[in-house]
Structures are given as C-alpha cells and as structure tokens.
C-alpha cells in the first residue's frame, strides 16, 4: 500500500513537474511572440528574380500596398525582372532605429527629414540623397484636426483645444515622425499667433501654447496610424493629425469632420534608398528605379487616391480643390529648418520636454 501511494504521488510530482515546464514555455513563447526584432516584416518576401527590402514609416503602408504591385508590374514590363519585396511598417522613429540598428532595408519612406539625416550621420544614406527632385520628398500633407460625426465641440482651429473638458490625441515625439510635425504645427501656430498681435515671433507665448494644448492631452501612441486607431475606437475628442489620415479613414466609410486650421504647417515626407545596404545585397539598380517611380503620375495618382498631396505640381493643380490651401500654411523654414527645430524643441532641454516636465 506504502508503496503505491509512493508511486502515486510519484507520478504526481512527474504529472506537475510537466505542467510547469509547460506553462514556463507558453509564458516564454508569449513573450518572444510580442517581442519585434529590428525591422520585422509585416509582409513576408515572396519569390522573385530579385528582392529590395523596404523600411517604411505606418502611414505610407495602405498607399504602398497599391503603388508596390503596380511598381513590380512596370519593372517586369520593362527589365523582364521579377521583383519582390520584404515589408516593414513602423513609427517614423522606431523604423529609422531599426535600420540603425541592423534592419537591411534597402529603401526607405519616413516621415520627416530629419529621420533621414540620421541614417546619414550613421553612414547609411549618402549625403546627397535629398539633392534629387523635390528635395528627395515624394509626398505632401497638412496638420489637421479630426472631431467626430458633426463637430459636436464646434472645434474651429487650435486655440480651440486649449478649452476645459476637450480630450485631445496626438502620437509621442519621441517615437513618431508624425508627432513631431503635429509639435511643429502647434508650435507654429503659436509662433504664428504671436507676430499677427505683436508684429514679433515670441517664443515664450508659443510654448505657452503648446502647454495649454498638451494640458488636454489624453493619449500618446507610438505612431500616428496607433493615435487614429486610439481614436477610432472612441478616445478623446480630437485628434491632431494627417490630413491624408482622416481622408484615407472618411474613403474607408468612418464619419469623422476634418477641421483645417487657419494656421498650420506644410508636411513634405521623403524617400531615400539606403545606399550601403542596396549596394551591399547588389539591388541598386532597382532601388533607385522604385524611389524614381514614386514620382511618377501613377504613384503620385495612388499616393492621393489615399489622401496624400502630391508632389508633382501639375497633379496638385488639377486637385486644388478637393485639398483646400489655408490662409497662413507655413513649412517648416519658418520654424528655422529642421536643425533649428532639433535644437530648440526636441533636444534634451529643448521646448517639447519642458512641457512634459511642467517647466
């Protein structure tokens, strides 16, 4: 009897030792499941004669989808070459960390100039990359603010957000390239604010702006494509975003109101090919082609077809008016340039961190 209650408990013990090591390797699969390697891919690579790896920031993804076929579709007309592609989306930020960081990328669109002159300064990106048309910038978009169904806040520009009980949402800086374009809009628009009842920029009355707006801030995602889904699944009351987000998500059947401020801020995203990496894998004949056909009319016709503004002036012409122009649209010169920028909002003591830390 002494013996079988031994064996019994035995095979307990067996029986628990094996549910444990069980359950310990779900736990570590989890977690190595939501762990995301440098530049993972959100779209396998398929077979083809050749393959360009492409980094992209996630608000270019739902416009790619259609100008990537239609780019392999010219490329086998014209070379008789297959193309496939490896795909990864990410936030601005976090994709350029990525190919920092190891991610082979071949060609990337990001979100702001800025992102590239990283890959610059890490040896990556030739130095002249933004020397080819357009400053190397192959989309243009608008800060806009998106309130739900009707405006029921009477939501009119951005001094509105800086009322008591409105919920505000835009991504983090830190991550998101989108961000940093809303920053500069709010910013600017302050900046703006200030010389139209002084006949000066007053820094110090823009970043009291900028604090009065993040005062109402609700939520900071990682990205700017995160911050719309925040959004549409019914956080806050506004969200400061893309023009080209809120027209894709309104093409798409979403009842929002786009609200376009009088004074807001000219967006203009580049693409680059990372030269060591193209050279590197032996495609740069192709990943100079893609980044050539990103200019074409079919490109630029696809990029609107999701709300971008084109690039190509004659395009933009014919679309004057479904893309209205805002009476004080201002680029980023007149925030001094991006290096300006860096320095004076998103350095380590700069405007934008201040305001985090209530300074």
């Not at 994709?95 to 300064?121: C, M, P, Y």
């Not at 004659?314 to 007149?334: H, K, N, S, V």
Request: aromatic share 8%; proline share 4%.
């Amino acid at each position: 009897m002494k013996r079988e209650n031994r064996t019994r408990a035995i095979g307990r013990t067996a029986l628990y030792g094996a549910l444990i090591l069980s359950m310990l390797a779900l736990v570590l699969s989890a977690c190595g499941a939501g762990r995301e390697e440098p530049g993972s891919s959100d779209v396998p690579a398929e077979a083809g004669d050749v393959t360009l790896v492409l980094g992209a920031y996630s608000v270019a993804k739902d416009a790619l989808q259609e100008i990537i076929p239609a780019f392999k579709a010219h490329w086998k007309d014209t070379t008789g070459q297959t193309v496939a592609f490896q795909e990864s989306y990410e936030a601005s930020g976090t994709q350029t960390r990525s190919i920092i960081g190891g991610f082979d990328a071949d060609v990337t669109l990001l979100a702001l100039e800025g992102d590239v002159d990283k890959l610059v300064s890490a040896g990556l990106v030739a130095p002249e990359w933004n020397k080819a048309r357009m400053n190397g910038m192959i989309t243009r978009s608008i800060v806009v603010l998106g309130t739900r169904a009707g405006n029921p806040l009477g939501i009119r520009d951005f001094e509105d957000l800086t009322r008591p009980g409105v919920k505000v949402l835009y991504p983090n800086p830190k991550t998101s390239g989108g961000a940093q374009w809303d920053i500069n809009a709010i910013y600017g628009a302050g900046l703006k604010k200030a010389e139209l009842t002084t006949g000066t920029k007053d820094a110090a009355a823009a970043k009291q702006f900028l604090v009065d707006v993040h005062r109402n801030i609700e939520s900071m995602d990682k990205s700017g494509r995160a911050s719309m889904a925040a959004f549409e699944y019914g956080v806050g009351d506004v969200i400061i975003t893309y023009e080209n987000e809120l027209l894709a998500r309104i093409a798409k059947g979403v009842e929002y109101d786009i609200v376009v401020p009088p004074s807001t801020i000219l967006i203009e995203n580049p693409a680059a090919v990372v030269d060591r990496n193209a050279d590197r894998h032996g495609v740069r004949k192709v990943a100079d082609a893609f980044i050539e056909f990103l200019y074409s009319d079919e490109a630029q016709k696809l990029f609107a077809k999701h709300g971008f503004r084109p690039v190509n002036e004659a395009l933009a012409a014919q679309m004057e008016d479904r893309y209205p122009q805002p009476p004080e649209l201002f680029t980023i010169d007149y925030l001094g340039g991006w290096g300006e920028v860096r320095n004076t909002l998103y350095s380590k003591r700069g405007i934008w961190y201040q305001v985090l830390a209530g300074q």
